[in-house]
């Protein structure tokens, strides 16, 4: 368990500040959150960032074609074909690698339906997300790191005594 202890304290401080600041600012907070899932559940670091991040943007692209469809006719056969359709886009979409992230695809579009379509808002909160996924891990393993350090019972070599005699 101590070992999750630097990524725990990171997303703890994170999270905190992005709640704050999202909210102060009138950002969405919440897709925010689902964006950060994302990064950590294709793998974190940059294949994390990169598989996360392009699945979730492809998502909100392909959530965005069907509220032009809606636009034209909002029957709820013309949603449902919509969504049928874009379902299967974002399962074969995944044969490129950069797509890879199914889930992450369809959190996308998810995330462009539950903000009530706000295409700016969700493409904003989605590039915060995937930053903050990012800065989380990097600041986590610096502050695992120097609580393995802390705890391992190496310590640094002393220097000599102040007013010790100097060594021969």
Known sequence: MKSLLGIGVSVGLLAGAWTW???EAGL???IAFVAWACFFAAGGGTEGLRKGLAANL?????GYVISLVLE???ATWVLALSVTVVGFILCVESAWSVLSFIPGAFAGTAVFFGSAFDLTG???AILAGAALGLVSALLGARIQ???DHRGSG???????????PAPA
């Open 122 to 124: 969700s493409l904003v």
């Open 154 to 164: 190496v310590r640094p070599a002393a220097g000599p005594t102040p007013g010790a």
């Open 21 to 23: 600041v999202s909210v």
């Open 58 to 62: 492809a998502g909100l692209a392909w």
């Open 72 to 74: 034209l006719d909002s």
């Open 28 to 30: 969405i907070t919440w």
């Open 145 to 147: 790191a120097a609580v």
